[in-house]
């Protein structure tokens, strides 16, 4: 039956009898699920570079923004999403948010066909992607409640390490079917060199853009009926005991998620440059980020009905500073990883694929570089090492303790980012740019790598610290935070590759996370520490 009534997975007698089964069935339901989310929430970096190599009719700036917005509007959703198991239960919600993905696939294989496609349809596309953003806070605070927290961090790991991997997936998987006509529609020729896995296409060639957001739907119509008969509900009175009808669970999802869309949309109107929106100056992102979280919990607050009761009862994390702190590094581990997924190809294709060159005393950066690596042959490599080495950073952190592996992983992460910065202003100044190329990405696949692992024992300290009721919305809280990196990392490239010091980025986000290291050692490794290495 989908609704569970009984459910004890700390009682080791009802685990290996009944409880394993279930909660390992749902865990394999939920992270192909989870995949095609971040797949469809972050394909706008790929295809961006395909419409510059295709000569779409924008500015390198406003193909940045489609990727910026994805990431700012999945990261909001986050918020609302994080509270949908308790009001909706967990098979309604994985199964009807999956679905939902299906409109921005469609409409992005529609409006890819035709090059005069105005760029506030590829806006509004990138926007309702971020359901597949939204999707995450959801998806790990189900898999909480199935698993003993004794096993957490490696459940947790995998549902979001292969769940990340989706990034990995469609980096391999849209290049590769934009070289064939599976999905019919005429083809358009390449006017500057593109790329997939295994080597460059030169221009001229033929592609089918749209292909890439068509070649989703293979996944998610297989994967809604999956989950309708093979997930479960937990119907427990610490899960969901008050969801109604599957019709109703998901009227209220669809409720809170236009909550999300209302103040992500108030924010980006702020935020995005004329004619999209008023502009505002760089600095602005941040005060309007924090406006953005404030305004969606107090419209959530504001909600009239059943739900009410229900949300105020998971709000209690909001009185615990622990969410606070956690929010913070979960954004130097999850935050790095999804902010660098979503910006690397592209920031491939800006440094690498041009030539920086003098000209009458001014540096230029627009001479195509006929040397230059391909973005689309290697922006897989680093999600992939991050998605993949996820599940052994939650094995790693229940074995020697979560606060410890990430301690180390912050130190590496500040290493790392300073060593990318160093080569990154090298080959902006230069005219030979892939010189400085294999250093620049072997430093940056570690920099994946500490994310990844970081990622893992992150949320081991999370299912730690906070109890049974609260480890859920907690789960989904941090991670809608950390998801804002996939909105800031994108738009701060952007702003300081205009300003021509694309490494200033770097030496921020090594800051970053040189405070994030001690805020770790401060509350959980040091003499004063209220858990010790959770």
Known sequence: MSDIKKWDVENEQFWESEGKRVATRNLWISIPSLLCGFAVWLYWGIIAVQMLNLGFPFEKAELFTLAAIAGLTGATLRIPS???????????????????????????????????????????????????????????????????????????GLNAGLGNAGVTTMQILVPLVMTMGIFGGAPMILENTSGTLIGKIPAGSETYIHN??????????????????????????????????????????????????????????????????????????????????????????????????????????????????????????????IGYSAGFALAIKVVFGYQHLMVDGVMTHDVVNANGPSALMFAWMGPFIGAFIRPIGGWMADKLGGARVTHYVSIVMIASALGVA????????????????????????VLFAATGIGNGS?????????????????????????????????????????????????????????????????????????????
């Open 422 to 445: 160093y080569y990154l202003k090298a080959a902006y100044q230069s005219a030979t740019p892939e010189e400085y190329f294999v250093p620049f990405i072997g430093l940056f696949l």
């Open 82 to 156: 994080s509270f949908f198991i308790r009001i909706a239960g967990g098979r309604n919600t994985i199964v009807f948010t999956t679905a939902l993905l299906m409109i921005p696939a469609i409409g992005a294989g529609f409006a890819l066909q035709d090059k005069d496609t105005p760029l506030w349809v590829f806006q509004l596309l990138a926007f309702l992607s971020g359901i597949g953003g939204g999707n995450f806070a959801s998806s790990m605070s189900n898999i909480s409640f199935f698993f003993p927290k004794k096993q957490q961090g490696l459940a947790l």
């Open 212 to 337: 890439a957001g068509f070649v989703w739907l293979l996944f998610l119509i297989p994967l809604a009926i999956v989950g309708w008969f093979g997930m479960n509900n937990l119907r427990t009175d610490d899960v969901s005991p008050d969801i109604g009808s599957p019709a109703g669970a998901m009227s209220k999802i669809v409720g809170l998620l236009l909550i999300g869309f209302m103040t992500a949309a108030a924010g980006l109107f702020i935020i995005l440059p004329d004619p999209t929106g008023l502009g505002a100056p760089g600095w602005a992102k941040w005060p309007v980020i924090v406006g953005i979280l404030f305004f969606t919990i107090m419209l959530m607050k504001m909600i009239p009905g059943d739900i009410k009761p229900n949300l105020q009862r998971q709000f209690k994390i909001f009185e615990n500073k622990h969410t606070w702190v956690m929010s913070v590094i979960y954004t130097m581990t999850f935050g790095s990883f």
């Open 458 to 534: 992150t949320f081991r300290t999370i299912a730690m610290v906070f109890p049974k009721e609260q480890a859920g919305p907690a789960l989904g809280w941090t991670s809608a935070v950390a998801a804002y990196g996939a909105f800031v990392i994108p738009k701060v490239f952007g702003e300081q590759i205009k300003l021509a010091t694309p490494e200033m980025a770097l030496y921020g986000f090594a800051v970053f996370y040189l405070l994030c290291l001690a805020l770790n050692w401060w509350y959980y490794l040091g003499p004063k520490a209220e858990f010790k290495n959770p």
